[in-house]
């Protein structure tokens, strides 16, 4: 709730009914917190009623990528060429591209810009300055946009900085704010059950009331999920059913309770034996009875 109130008290003292809102992001800055928690917090308040009203918002900004802050600190390759080149004499161009960070990428924007030339010698192709002084725009374009003068640079010069991999173009998120037909800066929480004793007190008038939504969804019920022993069952029936054995269909023969229930030492009260499909007849054999008896009174 602290932080909470403390967004209340700030958008209190910071505008009045009629402004046009406040910038989460401007509120996260004022506030010295994390955007991210500034978020939270609002839609937490939005859940407690029309304290205030909220409106998304997306800015897109320019950001320099790791190389384009190297090249906006040291200079943009081609910058580095034109000045790894003495004034007088060139240098051979094997030279450059070993010695020159992206030399390569550096000898080819350097040529396409008119700073150096290309002369062919015995010893090999050498490079020579072909201008005395260059400007180096991608460098002074790079630090423009570090300082957040990003406005008047051209689309054409972002798009082409961002071919290049030196920019980056960032979507922010964030909400505009703004007082709601109950605003307060002292939160109130909402009660979720209507108790009895708040019936029996009248309590319950008092009280601000959270609204249900019709629409949530309950909780997931676990079900339809395979029983393990079953899944042991199946297992043991594919190791028979491919060391050769057949299996034998089971659901038109009569087997005597005696295998279910007596001979697994079933008591005689068990609700097992009152299970779907057993039937108790009379005249059973009275020498199966017999054995049975003798090997209970064994065991």
């Known amino acids: 709730m602290e932080l909470q109130e403390k967004i209340l008290s700030f958008i209190d003292h910071s505008q009045s009914s009629d402004d046009h809102g406040l910038s989460s992001l401007f509120i996260s800055e004022q506030l010295k917190e994390d955007h991210q928690k500034i978020i939270g917090a609002l839609k937490s308040i939005h859940t407690l009623g029309d304290i205030i009203a909220t409106e998304p918002l997306s800015h897109k900004t320019w950001e320099l990528t790791d190389e384009g802050r190297q090249i906006a600190e040291n200079g943009s390759y081609e910058a580095l060429v034109f000045n790894f080149i003495p004034d007088l004499g060139g240098v051979e161009q094997s030279k450059i591209l070993t010695s020159v960070t992206n030399g390569k990428i550096g000898v080819s924007k350097a040529l396409k810009n008119g700073w150096i030339k290309l002369v062919k010698t015995e010893n090999g192709p050498k490079l020579e300055k072909n201008v005395e002084k260059i400007h180096d725009s991608t460098r002074g374009t790079l630090n423009a946009i570090l300082k957040g003068e990003s406005d008047r640079i051209s689309n054409e010069e972002k798009q082409d900085l961002k071919k290049r991999k030196l920019l980056t173009e960032v979507t922010t998120k964030s909400l505009k704010v ?98 779907q499909d057993t039937f108790f007849v009379s005249g059973s054999e009275k020498d199966f009875i017999l054995t049975s008896i003798e090997y209970h009174e064994i065991v």
Not at 204 to 212: C, I, R
Request: aromatic residues 14%.
């Open 178 to 275: 703004t007082k709601g037909p109950e605003f307060t800066t002292k939160l109130q929480k909402l009660e979720t059950d209507l108790s009895v004793e708040a019936l029996i007190n009248n309590s319950w008038k008092t009280k601000k009331y959270k609204d249900y939504n019709f629409n949530a969804l309950g909780v997931r019920q676990r079900g339809g999920c395979l029983h393990p022993l079953l899944k042991v069952r199946t297992e043991y029936r594919q190791i028979f059913l491919e060391m050769g054995f057949s299996e034998m269909s089971t659901d038109q023969w009569v087997e005597s309770s005696f295998w279910n229930f007596d001979a697994l030492f079933v008591p005689q009260q068990h609700p097992a034996r009152d299970a």
